[in-house]
């Protein structure tokens, strides 16, 4: 019913794996979200997709048409994320699609599994319990390879001026298969990496949910998200850093801190207490939404749960936020070194 | 009441209005919308602009401000730089009115802020240039002068208000296309009145002299501080830079850079660097294209550059800004003709160098070499003196002391410091020993004037080598 007072971002799903945001900021944002099973495997992911876009034609192509991009591990995804004129992130796909089929030859040379640079990386692989001792065999090698860049299932979104043939470049590299998400959450904090009372850590939280998904329920979400960092920041005064990884059925924090065990009990004490998102909520999203920073995470997130991003502030009840908040189930617990 | 009344509006209208500029080319067709208001100040006033800047940011957090700026969606960004400062925001199109409104609102209470927010302002001021010594002093003597500390009085803000933030003075730019019910509402809007006299009495004057001594020079390989010239031609300014960063992102990627524009013809450079990127620059003279793949490379740069400027305008404000104070034409074209790219640019860096954490270069002429009597302009095309022995090997005494000799014949009674470091309390005076013993080395063997070296003693920095020395001559000590 709302989705009628809504003025959205036009939103496309082709299939399931290829998501686009026809937006006129004059380039293309894209990104490939490569899923880790269970959240595991980042170091075979990443020297695969290290090695796959260490090929000398496709850094020339990027070279020449300008194409920057970022590979790291975030949350439960290895994602490549990246930037460019449409004309050129065209080339790149299509040499990207060239790489993909020149890439079984250096398979039999073997790969060196790396692990992702992102800095908040040991987190990620301790709450998921990624183990990087495992050796992987070729046949390992090469199934993954095969799983994700050969058959589909990585979700590729596209946001700015997407013509036609980027459209159909994209296509071809997720294929005609549509894969659902697949995630499995962590199963908790782990007895391994207990964290100490002072020292590096983050507060890991995830809110959940079985219901349906809507640009409300977001914006609900996000109001949610920012208080509570707002809350450890402002009022605390331990922890000012986060990064959301938006999920199939949620949406997980991984704030920074340098006092783990009291950022955990004051991110309890908000999260266990009664939350009523302001209506204005709305103006606030949008702002965050459209801003440099977060084109990515926010149109990652409206491609994960395959919901449109609103680009005009609407009305709102508080009764229809408290509504879409009381569902959310929530999670949170601190790791550090 | 009605006579007061009028001589209010009378008052203000004599202090005329903003001029107000609608771009329509900036973040065309998104659903937010990016409004500044900026004014222009002199360019030794940049410090000062930084502090309101602050301030702006301290009294946004007022209980009603702050709930406003909440139901709007506000986002705030400043600005701070040798044509003015600006304060800005990100707002949703349909709060487009509400947030001039509250720009206004927000820069009218600065002339009420209390002293003690002031001062907040000035200490944030501050420590965020606590640990940037060299570009700050780059940034100084770039402007003809040397950084020698700068007092700071809530009546300097406040006359800096009265001189430069009248509301005649005033620019207010609007992004993306407005209908004309909307450009007459922000035309009827009033700006902030500042009245000619505004005091404070009891006010303290804070100094800038600062709590740090030095930089952690010992983090990084290489370090540089260098402000490049640009062209003349606004959107060459843009190109000149994107293929300078391409080919140097190709050839030598730096650790980590950061960078603005500063004045009209230069660009402001700071970077971490390896032995590779810190010699690519050294040797860098002109940027001219070497085939046709680079020239390709080099306009697809500037294409996306210019779309990324155009799309989040928030985030260059170094470059939108002062395009508007100045006046000119702000407006990038597509693309370049082909000549100018094949005739490229020459390539001209200034600043401090150093390597290896033991040379240091300064290759900053200062801009009016008439005004400085002979020795003093020898030695400013001269390095300054300033050495780091990690403690390996012997220290070059010979070379120490003819720096030490040619710094203190042009600088004459302004003294060199030998530093050393301590671990302990226990360890500090045998290494003051071993200093004053050094010091009386250079003054018997190499003959320098007593009073040209003295000898301070330092607590160790983290990284640091316990036996490291190092021979510091500044001429604003």
């Known amino acids: 019913?709302?989705?009628?007072?809504?003025?959205?971002?036009?939103?496309?799903?082709?299939?399931?794996?290829?998501?686009?945001?026809?937006?006129?900021?004059?380039?293309?944002?894209?990104?490939?979200?490569?899923?880790?099973?269970?959240?595991?495997?980042?170091?075979?992911?990443?020297g695969i997709a290290e090695r796959l876009f260490s090929d000398s034609i496709l850094r020339e192509v990027a070279y020449i048409h300008?194409?920057?991009?970022?590979?790291?591990?975030?949350?439960?995804?290895?994602v490549?994320?990246?930037?460019?004129?449409?004309?050129?992130v065209y080339a790149f796909f299509t040499t990207l699609k060239g790489a993909i089929e020149r890439f079984p030859r250096q398979l039999q040379q073997g790969i060196r599994t790396k692990l992702s640079p992102h800095p908040l990386g040991p987190y990620f692989r301790w709450v998921y319990e990624d183990t990087l001792t495992e050796t992987y065999t070729p046949l390992m090698v090469s199934q993954a390879f095969y799983r994700y860049w050969c058959e589909g299932q990585l979700h590729i979104f596209l946001r700015g001026r997407?013509?036609?043939?980027?459209?159909?470049?994209?296509?071809?590299?997720?294929?005609?298969?549509s894969q659902p998400f697949e995630y499995v959450p962590p199963n908790g904090p782990s007895g391994t990496y207990q964290p100490p009372r002072k020292g590096l850590g983050v507060v890991y939280v995830r809110w959940y949910s079985e219901g349906r998904l809507s640009p409300i329920s977001m914006i609900a979400l996000w109001s949610h998200s920012q208080a509570l960092l707002r809350f450890l920041c402002e009022e605390r005064q331990i922890a000012c850093r986060a990064t959301w990884v938006p999920l199939p059925n949620g949406l997980e924090g991984w704030i920074e801190t340098g006092l783990p065990a009291a950022a955990e009990q004051a991110a309890r004490d908000f999260l266990s207490r009664p939350y009523y998102p302001s209506p204005h909520s709305v103006a606030g999203f949008i702002t965050w939404a459209h801003t440099s920073d977060n084109l990515h995470t926010a149109a990652w997130w409206a491609a994960v749960w395959g919901v449109a991003l609103p680009t005009e502030v609407f009305s709102i009840s508080p009764h229809q936020l408290r509504k879409s908040m009381r569902r959310w189930k929530m999670v949170a617990f601190s790791i550090g070194e | 009441m009605a006579a007061c009344h009028l001589l209010f509006l009378g008052l203000i209208w004599a202090q005329g209005l903003p001029s107000i500029h609608y771009v329509p080319e900036l973040r065309s067709q998104s659903p937010v919308r990016w409004i500044a208001v900026a004014w222009s100040h002199s360019p030794q006033k940049w410090p000062m602009g930084e502090i309101i800047a602050n301030a702006l940011i301290l009294r946004a957090q007022d209980r009603d401000l702050a709930e406003k700026a909440e139901s709007l969606g506000l986002r705030l960004y400043t600005w701070s730089g040798l044509e003015g400062a600006a304060v800005a925001v990100t707002v949703p199109r349909v709060y487009t009115i509400p947030a001039v409104k509250w720009l206004y609102d927000l820069l009218s209470r600065l002339q009420y802020l209390?002293?003690?927010?002031?001062?907040?302002?000035?200490?944030t001021h501050h420590r965020a240039w606590e640990g940037f010594s060299l570009e700050r002093e780059l940034l100084w003597r770039l402007g003809g002068g040397r950084f020698s500390?700068?007092?700071?009085?809530?009546?300097?803000?406040?006359?800096?208000?009265?001189?430069?933030?009248?509301?005649?003075c005033l620019h207010l730019i609007v992004s993306g296309t407005l209908s004309i019910r909307d450009k007459n509402q922000i035309q009827a809007l009033r700006p902030p009145f500042i009245p000619r006299e505004i005091s404070v009495s009891n006010d303290s004057v804070l100094s800038d002299t600062p709590s740090y001594e030095e930089e952690n020079i010992w983090a990084y390989p290489a370090y540089v501080v260098l402000q490049i010239r640009l062209p003349a031609y606004w959107p060459?300014?843009?190109?000149?830079?994107?293929?300078?960063?391409?080919?140097?992102?190709?050839?030598?990627?730096?650790?980590?850079?950061?960078?603005?524009?500063?004045?009209?013809?230069?660009?402001?450079?700071?970077?971490?660097?390896?032995?590779?990127?810190?010699?690519?620059?050294?040797?860098?003279?002109?940027?001219?294209?070497?085939?046709?793949?680079?020239?390709?490379?080099?306009?697809?740069?500037?294409?996306?550059?210019c779309r990324h400027l155009q799309a989040f305008p928030e985030y260059f404000m170094d470059i939108w800004i002062p395009a508007f104070l100045r006046g000119g034409s702000y407006t990038l074209p597509d693309s370049l003709p082909h000549e100018v790219w094949q005739r490229g640019w020459p390539f001209q860096a200034q600043g401090i160098w150093l390597w290896n954490d033991w040379l240091h270069l300064d290759t900053v002429q200062v801009a009016?070499?008439?005004?400085?009597?002979?020795?003093?302009?020898?030695?400013?095309?001269?390095?300054?003196?300033?050495?780091?022995?990690?403690?390996?090997?012997?220290?070059?005494?010979?070379?120490?002391?003819?720096?030490?000799?040619?710094?203190?014949?042009?600088?004459?009674?302004?003294?060199?410091?030998?530093?050393?470091?301590?671990?302990?309390?226990?360890?500090?005076?045998?290494?003051?020993?071993?200093?004053?013993?050094?010091?009386?080395?250079?003054?018997?063997?190499?003959h320098i004037p007593p009073q040209a070296l003295r000898v301070t003693l330092r607590p160790m920095t983290p990284g640091l080598p316990p036996k490291a020395l190092r021979l510091k001559c500044t001429s604003d000590s």
């Open chain 2, 114 to 123: 209390p002293p003690y927010l002031w001062h907040i302002a000035w200490r």
């Open chain 1, 80 to 88: 490549i994320q990246g930037t460019g004129m449409p004309e050129g």
């Open chain 1, 1 to 46: 019913m709302y989705i009628r007072l809504l003025a959205v971002l036009p939103f496309i799903s082709v299939g399931q794996n290829l998501h686009l945001y026809p937006q006129e900021i004059g380039y293309v944002i894209w990104g490939i979200y490569h899923p880790l099973q269970y959240g595991r495997y980042e170091a075979l992911a990443y």
């Open chain 2, 236 to 305: 060459e300014k843009i190109a000149f830079l994107q293929a300078f960063l391409v080919r140097w992102m190709r050839e030598a990627p730096p650790l980590r850079w950061k960078g603005s524009f500063w004045g009209n013809d230069s660009y402001l450079l700071q970077a971490r660097l390896d032995g590779r990127s810190y010699s690519f620059l050294r040797g860098l003279m002109e940027l001219v294209p070497r085939d046709s793949i680079e020239l390709i490379a080099w306009k697809s740069a500037y294409t996306t550059a």
């Open chain 1, 162 to 177: 997407i013509p036609m043939l980027l459209q159909r470049a994209a296509k071809q590299l997720v294929g005609n298969l």
């Open chain 2, 368 to 446: 009016d070499s008439n005004s400085l009597s002979p020795s003093r302009a020898s030695a400013a095309s001269a390095p300054i003196p300033d050495f780091i022995w990690t403690g390996k090997g012997d220290p070059l005494l010979s070379e120490w002391a003819s720096a030490i000799q040619l710094f203190w014949n042009a600088e004459r009674s302004i003294p060199c410091e030998l530093i050393g470091y301590y671990k302990s309390l226990r360890d500090r005076t045998r290494r003051l020993k071993y200093l004053h013993e050094l010091r009386r080395r250079l003054i018997r063997e190499y």
């Open chain 1, 66 to 78: 300008n194409i920057h991009y970022v590979i790291q591990r975030v949350g439960p995804w290895l």
């Open chain 2, 149 to 168: 500390g700068v007092g700071f009085s809530v009546d300097s803000a406040l006359s800096y208000l009265q001189q430069y933030m009248s509301t005649a």
